[in-house]
């Protein structure tokens, strides 16, 4: 039997969880508490991809029992809920930027650039990576002082690359049209703590994401002075997973043996809902795979897109 530990974080709840058994009971006890009184109160899930909020809503309506049913409750990315709530207090969020038109004008800012980057300037990865690492730090706070900013120990052109990255921040917003995250989690968070109705239609939230950022808890605290927040967080056993390393002549063969190896499992009574196949890159796996599984007659859903760190498991 696996415990689940529960302890306050702020004005949220916090339920440790050890595995995937444990999490869908949290989640169905969150929800029916949420529901204990209106069958039909909404619930909202907020998870960290499109496939595992599939996945669970599956998981949750496969252990309703015989006769009965879950309603009103909808799942959506921590990205989707944020979007939703800017949305409602008029701010426009960067999830539907355009890659290729922010490493465009990441590579403007570059051209400009009079410090350690200028002698990479001209190089077609440059601005790329430097577009990548404003991903990477979207979600901190980059003005002067701030904890990214004040890293000590890196070198010199990392300390240039995390300083042209912030100084890039307005200049990309501007042309971009957007509010860079943590203004955009502000904004949400001032609109809510005068009027939570914009919010009101979401019920409780249980939020099951692997990562959640400062600001977001910041949300997420706000939203719990109006509504009940439940974060579950798996915290998987330590213990090391048994696993054999073998080596391959080529992709094609490596995608045969990992479906021989799924079909196995699958023929000896694996459940096909705890089998996977996790590959590095999309192209030649996934096609192969596909091939492959298909001639094995292996019922699969296909890629998904989803990173072995996104997974409950890795977490």
Known sequence: MVAASVAAMGEFVVIDVADNAALKRAVNDAIARAQVSDPLAPVTLVVDSAAQAWTLRRQIAEAAAPGTGIANVRAMTLVELLSLLADRVGVTTPASTDRLLEAAVVEALLRAETGPLSASADHPETA????????????????????????????????????????????????????????????????????????????????????????????????????????????PDPSPIPARVLDFPDPAREAAFAVRLAADALATGASPGRVAILYSADTPYARLLERALDDACVAWHGPTGQTLQSTTVAR
């Open 128 to 235: 790329l990576r430097l577009s990548s690492l404003a991903d990477e730090l979207a979600w901190c706070r980059l003005d002067a002082g701030s904890d990214a900013r004040a890293v000590d120990g890196v070198s010199l052109t990392a300390r240039a690359a995390i300083d042209f990255a912030a100084d890039a921040r307005p200049a990309l917003a501007s042309a971009l049209g957007t509010t860079p995250w943590p203004d955009v989690t502000t904004a949400i968070c001032a609109a809510l703590s005068g009027d939570s109705t914009s919010a009101s239609d979401l019920g409780s939230l249980i939020v099951i994401c692997g990562w959640l950022p400062a600001p977001v808890q910041g949300v997420l605290k706000v939203l719990a002075a109006h509504a009940e927040v439940t974060r579950v967080v798996v915290s």
